[in-house]
């Protein structure tokens, strides 16, 4: 649908529901969001290189600075830091039934299918190449431990779906 469809069914629905809570019915339950499957990965080199780099400061400044409350903090916020980030800030694909969702730095970006180049699938990596820019999203089991047999067979579906060009490579 349509934004503005979807918000039109948005506003009617919410005065529906408010007459039908005065006359003592139950409301009208509507989601007007897609089903979306959602792959997780888990990001750890990042979070690897800032914990050996508070453990590295830690070692090779302990003499000079380890009277100093300033120093142990820096090196339990890089720690903490890195744990966070392994933690927390997993790359994540969402793949609905007409978009293609991904976790960038500046949020979440959503490609329809005709912003989509190509799909590249292999037996270790999945690689979404746009359009624009000559940009790719790439996955890989290795670094982002991202679950890759299952994310190309709904990749697959996703190309045969909407026309996107589909490379199978194997190694």
């Known amino acids: 649908m349509s934004r503005k469809w979807e918000r039109m069914v ?17 409301r009208i339950s509507y989601s007007g ?5 959602v792959f997780r990965g888990r990001s750890w080199i ?3 290189v800032l914990i050996l780099f508070a453990a590295a400061y830690a070692l090779a400044f302990y003499g000079y600075y380890d009277q100093d409350t300033s120093f142990w903090i820096t090196v339990a916020c890089y720690g903490l830091l890195g744990l966070f980030l392994f933690a927390f800030r997993r790359p994540i694909l ?3 039934r007409n978009r293609i969702s991904s ?3 500046a949020g979440d970006k ?3 299918p005709g912003e989509i180049d190509e799909i590249i699938l292999s037996p270790r990596t999945a690689v979404i190449q746009l359009k624009e820019k000559r940009v790719r999203w790439i996955f ?7 679950p890759i047999g299952d994310l190309s067979a709904r990749l697959r579906e996703y190309a ?3 026309g996107v060009k589909l490379t199978e490579q194997s190694k």
């Open 110 to 112: 959503w490609l329809e």
């Open 10 to 26: 948005e506003k009617n629905r919410k005065t529906a529901n408010k007459r039908r809570l005065k006359q003592g019915q139950e």
């Open 160 to 162: 045969a779906r909407h």
């Open 94 to 96: 969402r793949i609905g």
């Open 103 to 105: 976790r960038r730095f």
């Open 46 to 48: 990042l979070p690897l």
């Open 33 to 37: 969001t897609e089903e979306v499957e």
């Open 140 to 146: 890989t089991r290795f670094l982002h431990r991202m």
